[in-house]
């Protein structure tokens, strides 16, 4: 049995932007219609590992904001889901 040893497991999150909506974990026929994305990784500790955001219409503060803590509650649970899933 192996085990998986590393440092941080980073999480993405993708948001969709389309007519002043945000759309979390888009579909690919939903990406097809969008304004912009925009994608937010944390890692398992919570840290900040990276946003991105290509074009598109902006964001306001409370947009950004919103969309990071969904990340950020993503990385957490997903990190659960990797440590139950991975025998130790």
């Known amino acids: 049995q192996r085990r998986v040893h590393g440092g941080a497991h980073p999480l993405a999150l993708s948001f969709?932007?389309?007519?002043?909506v945000v759309l979390r974990d888009c579909t690919l026929r939903?990406?097809?219609g969008l304004d912009g994305l925009l994608?937010?990784?944390?890692?398992?500790?919570?840290?900040?590992?990276t946003v991105h955001k290509p074009g598109g219409p902006p964001l306001s503060k409370e947009e950004?904001?919103?969309?990071?803590?969904?990340?950020?509650?993503?990385?957490?649970?997903?990190?659960?889901q990797l440590e139950?899933?991975?025998p130790v």
């Not at 994608?39 to 590992?49: A, I, K, M, P, R």
Request: aromatic share 6%.
């Open 16 to 20: 969709g932007l389309f007519d002043k």
């Open 30 to 32: 939903e990406e097809e």
């Open 39 to 49: 994608t937010v990784v944390y890692n398992e500790n919570g840290q900040l590992c």
């Open 64 to 80: 950004l904001k919103a969309c990071m803590a969904a990340a950020k509650e993503h990385a957490a649970a997903g990190d659960q």
């Open 84 to 86: 139950a899933a991975v």
